[in-house]
């Protein structure tokens, strides 16, 4: 239905644009002074001789005939003649024309003929004097082109009432003439804008529109080089914009000669057929290759045989009545097969192609009886018009395809972008999902880590503390002590928790602050000597704990053991390693017998987990611990468990000078 609906469409635009066309040609029918009477006077000639400046009717050689304008003899082709002669055999056929007594014409008067045919020249001779010649091409000379002629309009000027008309053309072929409008601009002037408007002018203006379409049709094939429809349109303008050239040039000079323009605009029928019949099959889909490769044999022939390049061939104008015919019936041939499979496969811009085509075949066949002067001159040549309904319909398909292709591309962008869209959904989801995954992890592990600190921490002490009072071997002081240490210890494990940012300052003022007033009680002074150190980039709170731990240790064996007054805490850095130094002025231990015990075990335990190692030396002027953390990320094991507490390393390199060398031990 939808097929039917639309060609119905079709035909209403087509019926109300040729009722308008009918409607302005008949409002701009000229008045005036008509004149469809001559003498007719015909000589033969030899080549184009000048015009002379005044003629006198009566003094040219010859009998003169009345004839009835508009005339027009039909053509007789000599090829034989006019190919051999040295010199091309002419024709002058002279027209006069004397205006009505007692008609006076207007005081601006104007000369208007619809149509000359002269394939050759024209000269109009007002009261004896040359007033009007035509300076273009011999064969091309703009005989589809009216003639509007202002007489002269000055005050010595007289009415005209004698006009004679030479025509010289090539013999046996032009030579035909329309009747002649005398009157003023409102008399003949109309008729002469509407003629010239649709038989130069328009054919003009959508040649070039169409060329112009053609040129982006192919920019557009650049880029969709699959898609040779984009190529054939460009080719079919181009094609159509060369034959339509014969419609609106001619009153100027053409840049080529006579020859090759008519090689072109003859051949060009041929041309825009190929590229038709071509078109249609990328249409509605159906191969012909029998019909195709006679199409292409029969232009190639035709293009061949008349090729100016070859000495003795014939001129394309000159055969052109006699190629016409062929080309009317391969151009019908091409159109009916187009409208038969586009008809078979539904396709509306097929059928409406291949219509447009046939009918511009078949005002082909008309224009060819008016080239031919078998129908009145006057009339005007209709296959321009099919061209331009057919060069619409080659833009509708062009544009339709267009669209579509940019239909789909915002399509597939559509389409694209909901699978990017839900794509990035999934991908939200998941990176959320893992992320949850991820935290659940990073708190299990810091609740485990957590809650081990806190087993062999602060649960070992209480436990510990338990047993003893549970034994009755503990005074309250010592519980006090033990309470106090047990707090200590759940401070360091709080502390720990909190983001050091690989900053080891930070989290030695942060065990300075929960230390300091217990040294305080016990009348310890503190000496604070911490100076910059690098960032350790594999600190985080795992290890941070281990480290507090370890220098938690050292503290508490100072106040227990050593009997101090002053502990010193310092950094410094060197190897690769930052170095913290916990020294007292207490009464020193043997470290042979000490790391024995728990404590140092521990320690060096701790150290060996996050990579680094313990140093104690001990004398009797006191002792130094000292930490060794390494810069970069250590290579041993996170986890405590793992770590060997048996290794024993080396002395240090370094000892203080105030202790007593032969008591030192390095514990890792």
Same mark, same amino acid.
């Given at each position: 239905?939808?097929?039917?609906?639309? +060609? $119905?469409?079709? *035909?209403? =635009?087509?019926?109300?644009?040729? !009722?308008? %066309?009918?409607?302005?040609?008949?409002? #701009?029918?000229?008045?005036?002074?008509?004149?469809?009477?001559?003498?007719?006077?015909?000589q033969?000639?030899?080549?184009?001789?000048?015009?002379?400046?005044?003629?006198?009717?009566?003094?040219?050689?010859?009998?003169?005939?009345?004839?009835?304008?508009?005339?027009?003899?039909?053509?007789?082709?000599?090829?034989?003649?006019?190919?051999?002669?040295?010199?091309?055999?002419?024709?002058?056929?002279?027209?006069? +024309? $004397?205006?009505? *007594?007692? =008609?006076?014409?207007?005081?601006? !008067?104007? %000369?208007?003929?619809?149509?000359?045919? #002269?394939?050759?020249?024209?000269?109009?001779?007002?009261?004896?004097?040359l007033?009007?010649?035509?300076?273009?091409?011999?064969?091309w000379?703009?005989?589809?082109?009216?003639?509007?002629?202002?007489?002269?309009?000055?005050?010595?000027?007289?009415?005209?009432?004698?006009?004679?008309?030479?025509?010289?053309?090539?013999r046996?072929?032009?030579?035909?003439?329309?009747?002649?409008?005398?009157?003023?601009?409102a008399?003949?002037?109309? *008729?002469?804008?509407?003629?010239?408007?649709?038989?130069?002018?328009?054919?003009?203006?959508?040649?070039?529109?169409?060329?112009?379409?053609?040129i982006?049709?192919?920019?557009?094939?650049?880029?969709?080089?699959?898609?040779?429809?984009?190529?054939?349109?460009?080719?079919?303008?181009?094609?159509?914009?060369?034959?339509?050239?014969?419609?609106?040039?001619?009153l100027?000079?053409l840049?080529?000669?006579?020859?090759?323009?008519?090689?072109?605009?003859?051949?060009s029928?041929?041309?825009?057929?190929?590229?038709?019949?071509?078109?249609?099959?990328?249409?509605?889909?159906?191969?012909?290759?029998?019909?195709?490769?006679?199409?292409?044999?029969?232009?190639?022939?035709?293009?061949?045989?008349?090729?100016?390049?070859?000495?003795?061939?014939?001129?394309?104008?000159?055969?052109?009545?006699?190629?016409?015919?062929?080309?009317?019936?391969?151009?019908?041939?091409?159109?009916?097969?187009?409208?038969?499979?586009?008809?078979?496969?539904?396709?509306?811009?097929?059928?409406?192609?291949?219509?447009?085509?046939?009918?511009?075949?078949?005002?082909?066949?008309?224009?060819?009886?008016?080239?031919?002067?078998?129908?009145?001159?006057?009339?005007?040549?209709?296959?321009?018009?099919?061209?331009?309904a057919?060069?619409?319909?080659?833009?509708?398909?062009?544009?339709?395809?267009?669209?579509?292709?940019?239909?789909?591309?915002?399509?597939?962008?559509?389409?694209?972008?909901?699978?990017?869209?839900?794509?990035?959904?999934e991908?939200?989801?998941?990176?959320?999902?893992?992320?949850?995954i991820?935290?659940?992890?990073?708190?299990?592990?810091?609740?485990?880590?957590?809650?081990?600190?806190?087993?062999?921490?602060?649960?070992?002490?209480?436990?510990?503390?338990?047993?003893?009072?549970e034994?009755?071997k503990?005074?309250?002081?010592?519980?006090?002590?033990?309470?106090?240490?047990?707090?200590?210890?759940?401070?360091?494990?709080?502390?720990?928790?909190?983001?050091?940012?690989?900053?080891?300052?930070?989290?030695?003022?942060?065990?300075?602050?929960?230390?300091?007033?217990?040294?305080?009680?016990?009348?310890?002074?503190?000496?604070?000597?911490?100076?910059?150190?690098?960032?350790?980039?594999?600190?985080?709170?795992?290890?941070?704990?281990?480290?507090?731990?370890?220098?938690?240790?050292?503290?508490?064996?100072?106040?227990?053991?050593?009997?101090?007054?002053?502990?010193?805490?310092?950094?410094?850095?060197?190897?690769?390693?930052?170095?913290?130094?916990?020294?007292?002025?207490?009464?020193?231990?043997?470290?042979?017998?000490?790391?024995?015990?728990r404590?140092?075990?521990n320690?060096?335990?701790?150290?060996?987990?996050?990579?680094?190692?313990?140093?104690?030396?001990?004398?009797t002027?006191?002792?130094?611990f000292?930490?060794?953390?390494?810069?970069?990320?250590?290579?041993?094991?996170?986890?405590?468990?793992?770590?060997?507490?048996?290794?024993?390393?080396?002395?240090?390199?370094?000892?203080?000078?105030?202790?007593?060398?032969?008591?030192?031990?390095?514990?890792?």
């Amino acid at each position: 239905m939808e097929f039917f609906r639309n +060609f $119905r469409n079709y *035909a209403i =635009v087509v019926l109300a644009i040729v !009722a308008g %066309l009918i409607g302005i040609f008949a409002v #701009s029918r000229p008045s005036g002074i008509h004149l469809t009477e001559a003498n007719i006077l015909v000589q033969n000639s030899d080549g184009y001789a000048r015009p002379p400046r005044t003629v006198d009717p009566g003094a040219i050689a010859g009998n003169w005939n009345r004839v009835h304008l508009p005339y027009a003899p039909h053509p007789k082709i000599l090829p034989k003649q006019v190919i051999d002669a040295s010199v091309t055999p002419t024709q002058t056929t002279w027209y006069h +024309f $004397r205006l009505p *007594a007692g =008609v006076r014409p207007p005081t601006e !008067a104007y %000369l208007y003929i619809p149509r000359w045919k #002269s394939d050759g020249e024209i000269a109009i001779y007002v009261d004896g004097v040359l007033h009007y010649q035509s300076h273009a091409n011999l064969q091309w000379n703009g005989s589809n082109l009216p003639l509007w002629i202002a007489f002269d309009d000055t005050a010595e000027q007289k009415p005209p009432h004698d006009i004679l008309v030479r025509l010289r053309h090539v013999r046996g072929i032009g030579g035909a003439l329309s009747s002649l409008w005398v009157g003023s601009y409102a008399e003949v002037g109309p *008729a002469y804008m509407v003629r010239n408007f649709f038989q130069a002018e328009f054919p003009y203006i959508g040649s070039w529109i169409f060329l112009a379409s053609g040129i982006f049709a192919l920019f557009v094939w650049f880029g969709r080089r699959q898609d040779r429809l984009y190529l054939l349109f460009f080719a079919v303008t181009v094609t159509t914009f060369i034959r339509t050239m014969h419609n609106y040039v001619g009153l100027d000079r053409l840049p080529i000669s006579d020859a090759w323009f008519g090689w072109l605009t003859v051949n060009s029928i041929m041309w825009i057929i190929v590229n038709v019949h071509l078109f249609l099959i990328g249409v509605h889909l159906h191969r012909q290759p029998l019909l195709t490769w006679t199409i292409a044999a029969v232009t190639a022939f035709f293009a061949i045989a008349t090729l100016p390049l070859l000495g003795r061939s014939p001129d394309a104008t000159l055969v052109a009545p006699l190629m016409y015919p062929v080309m009317f019936l391969v151009g019908n041939v091409v159109s009916l097969h187009g409208l038969y499979w586009s008809w078979r496969v539904r396709s509306l811009e097929g059928c409406a192609l291949a219509a447009w085509c046939l009918l511009a075949a078949l005002l082909g066949g008309y224009d060819w009886l008016l080239q031919n002067n078998f129908v009145n001159i006057e009339n005007v040549f209709l296959s321009v018009y099919a061209q331009i309904a057919t060069i619409i319909a080659f833009c509708h398909i062009i544009l339709s395809r267009y669209s579509t292709a940019v239909g789909e591309v915002e399509r597939a962008n559509i389409v694209l972008a909901e699978r990017l869209a839900e794509r990035e959904a999934e991908l939200l989801a998941s990176h959320q999902k893992r992320r949850e995954i991820e935290r659940r992890e990073l708190i299990h592990h810091e609740r485990q880590r957590l809650m081990q600190d806190m087993h062999d921490g602060l649960g070992s002490s209480l436990v510990s503390a338990l047993r003893v009072v549970e034994h009755g071997k503990i005074d309250d002081t010592a519980i006090a002590e033990l309470l106090k240490s047990c707090i200590d210890d759940l401070k360091l494990t709080i502390d720990s928790m909190e983001p050091v940012e690989t900053d080891l300052l930070l989290l030695l003022g942060t065990l300075r602050f929960r230390l300091q007033p217990r040294l305080e009680a016990t009348n310890i002074r503190l000496r604070w000597e911490v100076t910059e150190a690098p960032p350790l980039t594999w600190l985080d709170q795992r290890h941070s704990l281990h480290i507090l731990r370890i220098l938690q240790e050292a503290f508490t064996n100072v106040v227990k053991h050593a009997g101090a007054s002053e502990i010193k805490v310092a950094t410094r850095v060197a190897g690769g390693e930052v170095m913290i130094d916990i020294a007292d002025n207490g009464r020193g231990f043997d470290p042979a017998v000490t790391s024995q015990g728990r404590g140092l075990h521990n320690q060096a335990h701790r150290a060996a987990a996050i990579g680094g190692r313990v140093d104690v030396r001990s004398g009797t002027k006191g002792t130094r611990f000292t930490l060794y953390l390494p810069i970069r990320q250590p290579s041993a094991p996170a986890n405590p468990s793992d770590a060997n507490p048996a290794d024993i390393d080396s002395p240090a390199s370094d000892p203080s000078p105030d202790i007593d060398r032969t008591r030192d031990v390095s514990i890792q």
